[in-house]
């Protein structure tokens, strides 16, 4: 079975940074991509960004673009976020995802098949 676990979350002032990993085990490279989505209390999960297993074609949120950058290290089967400038409203659980269905999909969470624990990542004003 495919196993995600993300790790790098935490507390941090507005304007800062964090680096979120995903570390992945099982059969993970079957899937066209790999991607992160968050939810914030009481919210809906939402789409963050994503990155294609072929040619490694990335794909943001509006709201996250510029700020963020997905990439992927395939030695260590790790996927990684980075966040810059940092705001409130990206108070959110991050949750690493795998098993992408279909590239049109990948925005949703009924598209993946596989996700991790999820974690907390905390911006203050």
């Known amino acids: 079975q495919v196993q995600l676990v993300e790790s790098g979350g935490g507390l941090v002032q507005a304007g800062g940074s964090l680096r979120l990993s995903c570390a992945a085990s099982?059969?993970?490279?079957?899937?066209?991509?790999m991607g992160w989505f968050r939810q914030a209390p009481g919210k809906e999960r939402v789409f963050v960004a994503a990155?294609?297993?072929?040619?490694?074609?990335?794909y943001y949120d509006d709201s996250v673009k510029g700020r963020f950058t997905i990439s992927r290290d395939n030695f260590k089967n790790t996927l990684y976020l980075q966040m810059n400038s940092l705001k409130p409203e990206d108070t959110a659980v991050y949750y690493c995802?795998?098993?992408?269905?279909?590239?049109?999909?990948?925005?949703?969470?009924?598209?993946?098949?596989?996700w991790g624990q999820g974690t907390q990542v905390t911006v203050s004003s």
């Open positions: 995802a795998a098993g992408l269905n279909t590239n049109m999909a990948m925005a949703m969470v009924e598209g993946w098949n596989y």
């Open positions: 099982g059969r993970t490279f079957s899937s066209d991509g």
């Open positions: 990155i294609m297993w072929s040619g490694g074609r990335t």
